[in-house]
């Protein structure tokens, strides 16, 4: 699996895609070892550049804890956090910060008065009560945006809830692999239980001494697995 991962599909994406290369591997006798299937998901996550504070922790974890199905559990995550904290960003919309730059730059209108003490002390008057209104209007905001977060933890916990469920259903069924059986087609080096799609010609795993023209009905001395009692018959 060479082809980088795009950031915007989900992590699953990059399961599937291992394991079907895996199963496929498998097939032909060719099988990944787990440390690689783990070392290409960790490449394909570094090359996005988006994920380093997670690759740090995930390589600080213990030996024994750095597992592929981990990994998976690990960068689904992070996946999730990074994908909250950009809607976070986009409806909070900064607002707090250009409310905050006038709140003491409010223009000062040049009134002639008789008596200057008394003009200082409209000003300042005038200044405590728009920054009550200013900080009572920060407080409101302020209010909002912990709801949010606390909004946004709750879904957080539910998502990664479902999240786990769904990983341990699918270890479920990734564990009961289905045996191999015929599917019509024949391999010289891998005999008669081989996918459907897989024969002599386009093995690419073949053994040396591979006949590319072997066949079903004349296998010409290749592998015998799983060869049909009447496939003579069908010459």
């Known amino acids: 699996m060479k082809q980088p991962w795009d950031p915007n599909l989900p992590f699953e994406s990059v399961i599937d895609q291992l394991e079907e290369a895996q199963d496929y591997a498998e ?5 990944f070892t787990d ?3 783990l070392n290409t998901a960790y490449t394909l996550v570094y090359k996005t550049s988006l994920f380093f504070d997670d690759i740090k922790r995930w390589n600080a974890k213990p030996v024994g804890d750095k597992t592929f199905d981990n990994f998976k559990a690990h960068m689904m995550e992070a996946q999730l956090q990074l994908r909250l904290q950009q809607q976070t960003a986009q409806q909070s919309g900064f607002g707090s910060a250009n409310f905050l730059s006038g709140m003491y730059c409010q223009p000062a209108e040049h009134q002639e008065n008789p008596n200057p003490f008394e003009a200082m002390i409209n000003m300042a008057n005038a200044a405590t009560n728009d920054n009550r209104k200013a900080l009572g209007k920060l407080t409101n905001t302020m209010e909002l945006m912990q709801a ?26 990734r564990t009961k692999k289905s045996p191999r059986t015929d599917q019509g087609s024949y391999c010289h080096t891998h005999g008669y239980l081989c996918h459907k ?7 690419c795993f073949p053994k040396p001494g591979q006949i590319k023209e072997a066949i079903r009905t004349d296998n010409m001395g290749g592998n015998q697995e799983g060869k049909p009692v009447d496939v003579d018959s069908q010459q």
Do not use: F, W
């Open 27 to 31: 097939a032909g006798n060719q099988p």
């Open 35 to 37: 440390v690689q299937i």
């Open 148 to 173: 949010k977060v606390a909004e946004k933890d709750t879904r957080i916990n539910d998502l990664l809830q479902a999240m786990q469920l769904s990983l341990s259903n699918t270890n479920d069924k």
């Open 197 to 203: 799609l897989h024969n002599s010609a386009n093995c």
